[in-house]
């Protein structure tokens, strides 16, 4: 997978990948290259056996402005139905690959957070954020629906419907507490801990079974569309495969020898 990005930041290290957009004197908007990059990345992320985990990080104090007014939002106006469909489909492919890349994703959020910044933040599977984090998808404040890249299915089930159903509307800022009260943000802490809270949370993440946890994010994703009857049976399949992994062999040694599990992810 390509560790040298040209369009946002990438630091691995410890088996966890830090990832961040990189133009902070703009609040970290987003752009045709860094949204195909990226999209690309998380993509490949899939097959990599490198990265345990990975962190979305904030830049200069901010997380992201989303996409960038003149890189962006002025050429779309001037582009056909084609290639304004081929634009859509290629933001909702970064969610996918975010929700389909087989590692855990935390976004550190600081600052700004809006538009494609806060629906990054909606695909990662957990939010750590700062009192000074402001969330809005302000898609409707620019004369578009409020469902894009996914936000009418995903953030309904993190939020609640009627909550969900008022940001998207309205495409008002959702305050930190806000967002912690209502189950957004995981966890509030300084912006000084930010990113130590983020790393912390990856590793220990990434210290569990690491093919149990893959197995955990796919099904998390693939049971959205299940009955119960089928996600308890998915579950079921899921959970025998994980039982013929050698980390769940040596958890059960590291119990009986009153030792604490050390997992290698086979």
């Known amino acids: 997978m390509n560790t040298e990005p040209k369009y946002f930041k990438l630091d691995i290290a410890d088996r966890i990948a830090t990832v961040a957009l990189d133009r902070p004197e703009r609040k970290n908007p987003l752009t045709f290259n860094s949204y195909g990059e990226l999209r690309d990345w998380f993509r490949d992320l899939h097959y990599s ?29 001037k582009m056909s139905m084609k290639e304004l469909l081929a634009f859509t489909r290629m933001t909702g492919d970064l969610v996918k690959a975010i929700i389909n890349c087989g590692k855990p994703v935390i976004a550190a959020i600081d600052g700004v957070c809006v538009g494609a910044g806060a ?16 969330t809005a998808f302000l898609f409707t404040r620019v004369g578009l629906a409020g469902c894009d890249m996914g936000a009418c299915a995903i953030l309904p089930r993190i939020i609640g419907q009627g909550r969900a159903a ?3 509307y309205t495409g008002r800022s959702m305050s930190a507490d806000e967002g912690f009260a209502w189950g957004f943000h995981n966890k509030l802490v300084s912006a000084e801990e930010l990113d ?7 590793m220990r993440i990434a210290a569990g079974p690491n ?47 009153k030792e604490r599990p050390v997992f290698e992810g086979n």
């Open 211 to 257: 093919f149990g946890n893959m197995m955990t994010k796919t099904m998390l994703a693939q049971e959205w569309s299940m009955s119960i009857e089928q996600a308890i049976e998915a579950e079921a399949q899921a959970q025998a495969i994980c039982m013929k992994t050698v980390d769940f062999e040596r958890a059960y040694n590291a119990f009986v020898a």
């Open 119 to 134: 629906i990054i933040a909606m695909a990662s599977d957990l939010r750590i954020a700062t009192p000074a984090a402001k």
């Open 166 to 168: 008022e940001l998207l």
């Open 49 to 77: 056996d490198d990265v345990d985990a990975v962190v979305f990080a904030s830049n200069g104090g901010n997380f992201s402005s989303g996409g960038d007014v003149h890189d962006i939002i002025g050429p779309l106006t």
């Open 196 to 202: 130590s809270a983020a790393r912390e949370m990856a």
